[in-house]
């Protein structure tokens, strides 16, 4: 076998089939809990196609996810083994599944499937199919599973028929109980807390299992989130021990941060720890309740992991899972400033990986999800919640009705996206179409929004009434997209970013783009204090991973609780790991400056410490940093050349040498420095 | 339990469900060949709710067909049994089953699940649920299955390690082997005709079993049809017997047909059966090879249907089954015409039911197609064939270029169906919409294919050039559906329907309209002759059921290739059956003449047979009907009244007395007939 054959399928139907999985999997006080919004199916029947020109005789072996209906050169043919002559030929395979959905694997030596291959739904359009890693005839793409590991818990305690088990840190998987013996109940009750552990029926998962003469080892068929397991059975059954086999994405982590400050350091940990645990099948909101993919919670994922893992199939992966199907007819989990996130994070998505194909096969959904979008524009042109969208923003008192100017700066971000994808798909006159569309809007909401006495953009405005509320939420995605003029830029700075008068954001969600706006103006080290404050913070109450939201004026078991119950805040959830992001971009400070690293920019911060130093992955290769005053030292990707980028009058000078130029906009220098090489400069 | 609960679903998840897997056991030559279309899934996550007030307390039981996510007054319970108190309530059932298809039963003593609860795929939209004859718990709706019986084989001719066996006439179900005793392969080869059986890889059907160290009865899991099966095995194996458990849809022959002439009650049996044998979970094409749905042969079914069992749920699972999801994409079978017959079917059945549930359940869905059909209307306002589309009409040599008449007339009735929906449901913008476009496009086509001097609609225009070819398609489709005046409707009765040199029809499928529409013109003696001919040609050559197509210049196993195979043809076809139809609508002569049979007419043709008499069945109950030369008896159905239109110059009388007065044409005399009697007519 030497062709590098993969089992292909219709673009999306992995994600589609997968994502279903994963989120039904919610269970919630003993019963599932699957989620609010249509969540659709892969293709039942796709055809799968190829005409190829055989240099000499193959053999092809046929394996089928389902049910396969073969002709080789028009012929019908029961046979999995084909026998091929050399000459031109046509391979067609008619794949039926209703259960998960079709797939193929074709292995000759000259001849095998690969994303060369067309996938039709039988709709009269194809498109090349997709592919992953599934090679074998036995590697199923729907037998897809995590990897699993033994881990021991670090206590166990024993009160009669009780058990109490702390795992020391937070972490996911399936529960082992060692040597249940005899028959009986036994309830598992799950907990991010200790307090959570023991609250019974007030803790969020729980199983229950039924043993009939047991004798032997027991694993539960279903992967908790949890620190605490607290078990409790009837007499008649005995437990020996108990541990559990850790269910985990094996990826491993290309990013790393160090610098003179240790809680820095642990909180950069915790972070890269909070981000691995809910980095699965897709990228999860939180681990333990409901482990759905959220398109606002994913795009800030997909940010952390291009400082993380720069795991690009697990970026789409989440994307294809939240968009689902056509006819769409929501927004993406029923939230307006949903369906924008998931746009812009294919804007973001291009900038680090130029992975132009996943343009081309997602394009159609773009185009379809923004048509949806652009229909419910009001009279004006712009979005408002209509009576079926979920407005969300941030979990925070604000008034959402009417049009919201942080919602407009969205949709114009996506109209760019759809722009960008459009030319560079060739597609000149939906490039032209949606350009202009964002052109006009960003125009618009900057003229209705606009405050001049207060120096900010309003947030919103309700039946034409302009309100004066000034939220940080329009304007700090406003200046982070680079809407704003640097006069109106420094406004923001001053009268929304560092005003202590502002409305304070207290979800990580949202501290997220606040700290990258606070760092896009120069706030590093302003910055680094927050984080040391929130973040820290969370640290200082025992936290192993980073919560949902932390408000740090509460005390107690009062930090777990939300959503009106005593422990529905997840305490390790993905928006938690922002440090991840903003050490990475904004202090190691790597960017690509040509999408997908062809070029990286790099402009480290010290924000006051002494030193820092970490690494960056990118397609080309890991770039490493190290920044101290007056000196840093970068070593590029093996394959990407990059540009260093150093604020401040002396001139640098460079060993080895490298190119050195006064920076454009008149502040420092920039170093053009090659790939595969390592610099250190000084200034 | 008093309540009548049933087990609900959304409409049409079902039979999306169902019509999948019926379609998808097409086996072709030892490998599965399933539809070449777009086959939707149904719903993955359905939200089942229902408010109500309970005058007592109750007792509520939850079953679910998948993952139940419950809430009782908004609270989440894992409950499955849950008592309520007298009052108000607001009971909600999210149900996830990606196997198959959300359904659950609630069952209390004065609340459980019907068709008066909301269900929704969470979608923004909700819609009543659908429900079935499902009520037990253990009774789910994805464990549907039809009847079987076990069936004796007529011979059984053994020769070494081959049985050849005969079943005497045309049957389908499941192999069984008797005591199979020892290991080894076998293979049945099934054939609709003796040859096919005894053909090997010429066959279209056959299975390979293996056995190992078995010892006792086997059944086959795939359902064939067949009359003959050929086996032959392998040394080690030994078989006794053979017989088949015959699978069927346990319905009632509510209709009946007997005459003077014993071949045209032999004919009316052989359809009967003909359309047994193919009505199963759907209105199957024909049993042997590709059992799919297809909307131009189902649209016959449904019209036979109503002429034999009357059974409206299966008239309403092949409509749903055909019609898939949205967006729609392509025409239905990917044939133009047959998008047009599902319409056609839905005004049809709702003359002959009144359901007008069904057409609001289904309205959405005509809406979406009838879009998708005009939307790729050509710039003249026409249909014709684009790239993707089949125009097939009939197997028969044809233009099928540019614009054809037959498939404007075809839309029009469609226009006229949505129209008429659009109306009984108080759309009246639509109502006028629909029929505005039927009208002008009626108009149109006559101005444009009418040809003055031939006396017939032309068969089409290509590239803007009328052609001068006529063909029987449109003449007899516009004729049948009243689109032609008295002058027309005689000039196409003499030049094209008793034309000797137009082109002959040699398929069951559209002798169906030819003998329709000329029974319409009161050609009955001429139609009856034509029945002997044609279906008495094939029972002269011992056919048990009808074919697809017969050509009486064909001699031998001719008779049997299609498809360029020699066993290619279908030899229990549904369209072959259309003798019930013609013989119950245009002989018998019952009709609805108010929508579901609130008033049948009755005028009953003999067509020069010395006496005719028979049933059909409507929702009020049979009608029989006994015609000799001057006495006509009716037996009115139990609740419903007729109107007995008796043609010719003499006033009639009538036992016991009915109104009577003389038809409105001047034709003979109506009678007036109340429900649920007998009445005896002399003339």
């Known amino acids: 076998m030497n062709h590098h054959a993969r089992w292909i399928w219709l673009p999306g139907d992995f994600e589609l089939w997968l994502g279903a999985r994963v989120m039904s999997r919610r269970t919630e006080r003993g019963q599932p809990n699957p989620p609010f919004w249509r969540l659709d199916r892969p293709a039942q029947i796709v055809v799968f196609e190829k005409r190829f020109t055989l240099a000499d005789a193959d053999t092809v072996t046929i394996s089928a996810q389902g049910e396969c209906f073969a002709m080789i050169d028009g012929q019908p043919t029961a046979d999995r083994v084909l026998t091929l002559a050399a000459g031109a030929h046509h391979l067609f395979l008619r794949v039926y599944n209703p259960d998960t959905f079709p797939a193929v694997l074709a292995r000759g030596r000259l001849i095998g499937s690969d994303r060369s291959w067309s996938a039709s739904r039988q709709n009269h359009r194809s498109e090349p199919a997709d592919s992953g890693d599934f090679a074998a005839p036995d590697e199923r793409p729907d037998r897809f599973k995590l990897a699993t590991a033994p881990q021991a818990a670090v206590s166990v305690s024993r009160a009669g028929q009780a058990l109490t088990v702390d795992f ?91 610098c003179a400050d240790d809680e820095l350091n642990r909180i950069w940990d915790t972070a890269a720890d909070t981000l691995q645990l809910s980095s699965r099948e897709l990228f999860l909101d939180g681990i333990k309740r409901d482990r759905w993919a959220w398109s606002g919670d994913a795009y800030q994922s997909y940010l952390m992991n291009y400082y993380l893992f720069f795991d690009n199939a697990l970026v789409k992966r989440t994307t294809w899972a939240l968009r689902g199907g056509d006819p769409v007819e929501q927004h993406l989990n029923t939230i307006l400033d949903y369906s924008f996130y998931w746009f812009i994070g294919i804007y973001d998505y291009y900038q680090h990986t130029a992975d132009r194909d996943f343009l081309a096969q997602i394009y159609p959904k773009l185009l379809t999800l923004m048509e949806f979008c652009l229909a419910r524009r009001n009279g004006s042109g712009m979005v408002e919640g209509r009576p079926d969208d979920w407005v969300f923003i941030d979990w925070a008192p604000m008034d959402k009705r009417g049009e919201i100017s942080f919602e407009q700066i969205l949709l114009c971000r996506s109209l760019e996206t759809v722009a960008l994808c459009a030319r560079l798909l060739g597609d000149a006159d939906r490039a032209g179409h949606y350009q202009r569309l964002a052109d006009d809007l960003r125009a618009l909401t900057l003229t209705v929004f606009w405050d001049e006495q207060q120096g900010a953009l309003v947030h919103n405005r309700v039946n034409g009434a302009l309100r004066r509320d000034v939220t940080k939420y329009a304007n700090m995605f406003a200046l982070s997209f680079g809407y704003l003029d640097a006069r109106r830029a420094e406004a923001v700075k001053t009268n929304v970013l560092l005003n202590e008068r502002a409305q304070k954001i207290t979800t990580p969600y949202m ?173």
């Open 168 to 258: 020391g840190r937070e972490t996911f998987g399936y529960l082992k109980l060692h040597q249940v013996s005899g028959s009986g109940s036994l309830r598992a009750v799950y907990g991010e807390s200790a307090e959570e552990a023991a609250a019974g029926d007030e803790a969020e998962t729980w199983d229950d299992f039924q043993f009939a003469d047991a004798a032997g080892d027991f694993v539960s068929p279903h992967s908790r989130a949890f620190r605490f397991v607290r078990l409790t059975w009837n007499r008649p059954l005995t437990v020996d021990d108990v541990s559990m086999l850790r269910e985990y994405l094996p990826v491993p982590r290309r990013g790393a941060f160090r």
């Open 511 to 683: 501290r997220f783009y606040e700290l990258e706006a606070l760092c896009r103006v120069g706030q590093q080290r302003h910055v680094l204090g927050e984080i040391k404050n929130y973040w820290g913070g969370m640290l200082r109450l025992g936290a192993t991973s980073f919560w949902e939201t932390y408000d740090p004026t509460q005390a107690g078991a009062e930090h777990y609780a939300m959503y009106g119950r005593p422990f529905g805040k997840s305490l390790c959830h993905a928006w938690g790991a922002s440090p991840l992001y903003l050490l990475g971009k904004y202090f190691l400070g790597v960017t690509p400056s040509a999408p997908g690293y062809a070029r990286a920019r790099i402009e480290p911060k010290l924000g006051g410490l002494a030193w820092l130093e970490g690494a960056v992955p990118t397609p080309n290769g890991d770039i490493k940093v190290r920044a101290a005053d007056g000196e840093i030292t970068v070593a590029t990707a093996a394959a990407g050349p990059a540009t260093l980028v150093i604020r401040g009058v002396r001139r640098p000078t460079c060993a080895p040498a490298a190119a050195i130029r006064a920076a454009a906009d008149g502040d420092g220098y920039e170093l053009d420095l090659p790939a595969g090489g390592k610099y250190t400069a000084r200034y």
